[in-house]
C-alpha cells in the first residue's frame, strides 16, 4: 500500500513563528504536492514539486515556501505564520503522469 | 469563474437511494478526470478515473464524461449510510501533472 505520512495531525503555533510542516511518501513517486483546505474552497495547491530541488507555484504561494532535498520528502515552510493560514494542509505523492494522488491525513494548523 | 464548479451541498439521502453528484468546468483541455472521497478528518482516496469522454462503472458507482457539456457525474446505486462523505471532482489536461479540485459535495446517507 502506498503510503503518505505527515508529521503531525495537529498544531497550534503563535503568529509569527516559522512552522515547518513534512511529508513522507515511500513509493517513489517523482511528484509531490501541498494543497489547502478551506470550508467553501475546496482544495487549492499551494506549491508541487516533480523531481528532487524543483518546485513549481501553485495557485496560492504566498506565504509559503517548499524544499525537497531528498525524493521522498517534501516540507512546507510558512516563513511567518499568520492567523489567516489557520486551515487543513493535505500533502500528496504521485508517478509522473499523475492518474492517481494518493493523499496524507492532513495537518490541522491553528494560528493563534 | 471557477474553472471547477461544483455544488457543496449538503446532499441528505435515504439509505437505498440513487445519488448524483455533478461538476461543471470551463478548460476545454481538461483531459482526465477524477472523482475522490473524503471522511472526515482524513486525506482524500481516489474512487474513480476516467480519461475523456464516456462511462466507467465499478460495482455501485458509475462516471460519466460529458465533454461536450464539459460535465461530469458520479452515480451513486443503492447508497449506504457509510458512503456519507465529501466527494470531490478533479481533472487536469494532457501534459501537465497538475489536479484541479472541486469544493467538494458533503454527501450524508441516513438509515
Known amino acids: 500500500d502506498v503510503k503518505v505520512t505527515q508529521s503531525s495531525r495537529y498544531l497550534v503555533k503563535r503568529t509569527g513563528e516559522k512552522v515547518f510542516l513534512e511529508c513522507v511518501q515511500d513509493m517513489d513517486h517523482e511528484n509531490m504536492f501541498w494543497y489547502r483546505q478551506d470550508p467553501g474552497l475546496g482544495l487549492r495547491l499551494i506549491y508541487f514539486?516533480?523531481?528532487?530541488?524543483?518546485?513549481e507555484k501553485g495557485d496560492i504561494p504566498e506565504g509559503y515556501s517548499v524544499s525537497r532535498e531528498k525524493k521522498e520528502r517534501f516540507s512546507l515552510i510558512l516563513e511567518s505564520a499568520s492567523t489567516n493560514q489557520t486551515s487543513m494542509y493535505l500533502c500528496?505523492?504521485?508517478?509522473?503522469?499523475?492518474?492517481?494522488?494518493?493523499f496524507g491525513q492532513g495537518t490541522r494548523l491553528t494560528v493563534v | 469563474q471557477k474553472e471547477v464548479e461544483q455544488d457543496p451541498g449538503p446532499l441528505s439521502v435515504p439509505e437505498g437511494a440513487i445519488v448524483s453528484l455533478n461538476c461543471t468546468y470551463s478548460?476545454?483541455?481538461?483531459?482526465?478526470f477524477m472523482w475522490y472521497r473524503q471522511y472526515s478528518r482524513k486525506g482524500p482516496e481516489l474512487l474513480m478515473y476516467?480519461?475523456?469522454?464516456g462511462n466507467k462503472e465499478d460495482g455501485r458507482f458509475t462516471a460519466q464524461v460529458d465533454k461536450s457539456s464539459k460535465y461530469i457525474s458520479l452515480f451513486i446505486r443503492d447508497s449506504q449510510p457509510s458512503d456519507s462523505a465529501t466527494y470531490l471532482c478533479a481533472m487536469r489536461e494532457v501534459g501537465t501533472d497538475k489536479l484541479i479540485f472541486g469544493t467538494g459535495t458533503r454527501l450524508q446517507v441516513f438509515p
Open positions: 478548460n476545454s483541455a481538461f483531459q482526465y
Open positions: 476516467t480519461y475523456s469522454s
Open positions: 514539486s516533480y523531481d528532487v530541488k524543483m518546485k
Open positions: 500528496a505523492s504521485s508517478p509522473y503522469q499523475i492518474t492517481e494522488a494518493f
